[in-house]
């Protein structure tokens, strides 16, 4: 029989509720100072200012993380008109539009221009290698620019609130529904120049990545007190590692079965192979889970295993 873990530790998948400040590095060195574990990682950056959904992936969940890397991302924004950013956000340094001030429906109508499949300029000020070199090294260095356009997808658009009692300077709330590798900085720069204006990103909160949405993270401090008296204390906001993969079909092995894959052998299941090949979940029959695998042919095989041989017999 396989054991049904490969070691001590924590495992999972931990949704935090980041505030604006930190970095994301920042959380992913707390989160791992109060688990005392080195095996810790994000799915997905958020910059400094931003706020909301950061799921963190601890022990044997970091092995998921590649799974969530096309996640489908949602955020409210807060989008300035009436002024330029060199970072395009509230962080860079702000340059007055010289273009009239636009009106709600202008915008609106510009948002709508602004949904599905299109290529996107990422700022200058970005994690973009350009050359070996950090793309936000070369600007902080005065040096030009030049970032290829990626093609990106806006799922959707939509306005939640509207201000303009500073005629030369309304601010538009928006919630984009977005691919993963979208700019929402871009996003409100984009806006202002649709407009004939200029503006830039002042507010960001993740709502969602991919399954994970803000309703489900848990704030800061709360993980600090629930690890004060130990890293266990942390279970309880703990997600499987196989949680949010649903897109998975999941087939049940026998204890045989679940041995062979223990062994990283390929297995035909007794249940069966789900059509139209792609991964899958591979779970024992107490429905633990024991690997991602692959299907072709018939036979699944394994490409991530969770669970140990069982230790060899000795024969005296």
Do not use: N
Request: glycine share 12%.
């Amino acid at each position: 029989m396989a054991r049904s873990s490969l070691g001590p530790g924590l495992d999972g998948i931990l949704i935090v509720a980041k505030p604006a400040g930190p970095t994301s590095h920042d959380v992913v060195g707390l989160i791992r100072r109060l688990a005392a574990t080195k095996r810790v990682g994000h799915g997905g950056t958020l910059d400094p200012f931003a706020s909301g959904v950061l799921p963190i992936f601890l022990g044997h969940g970091t092995r998921m993380v590649e799974y969530h890397l096309g996640d489908r991302k949602a955020y409210r924004a807060t989008v300035c008109f009436g002024a330029s950013s060199t970072t395009d956000d509230l962080e860079g340094e702000l340059t007055p539009s010289t273009g009239v001030a636009p009106t709600r429906d202008a915008v609106l109508v510009a948002m709508a221009g602004l949904t599905g499949p299109m290529s996107q300029r990422p700022p200058a000020f970005s994690a973009i290698k350009v050359a070996g070199r950090r793309a936000y090294a070369m600007a902080r260095a005065g040096e030009a620019v030049v970032l290829s356009s990626r093609e990106i997808t806006i799922h959707a658009l939509t306005m939640v609130a509207w201000d303009d009692a500073e005629a030369d300077r309304p601010v538009a709330e928006v919630e984009v529904e977005c691919s993963a590798g979208t700019y929402v900085r871009a996003v409100a720069r984009d806006l202002g120049e649709a407009v004939g204006s200029s503006a830039y990103l002042g507010a960001l909160t993740r709502l969602a990545s991919g399954p994970f949405s803000l309703t489900d993270a848990v704030a800061l401090d709360d993980i600090r007190a629930a690890a004060a008296p130990g890293p266990a204390g942390l279970t309880p906001f703990l997600l499987a590692i196989d949680a949010g993969l649903d897109r998975f079909p999941t087939v049940t092995l026998t204890s045989d079965e679940v041995a062979a894959v223990a062994r990283g052998q390929f297995v035909r299941p007794s249940s069966g192979v789900p059509a139209g090949g792609g991964h899958v979940r591979l779970v024992g029959p107490d429905g633990s889970l024991v690997a991602i695998a692959s299907g072709a042919e018939g036979r699944l095989a394994p490409d991530k295993v969770f669970v140990a041989p069982a230790a060899a017999v000795a024969v005296g």
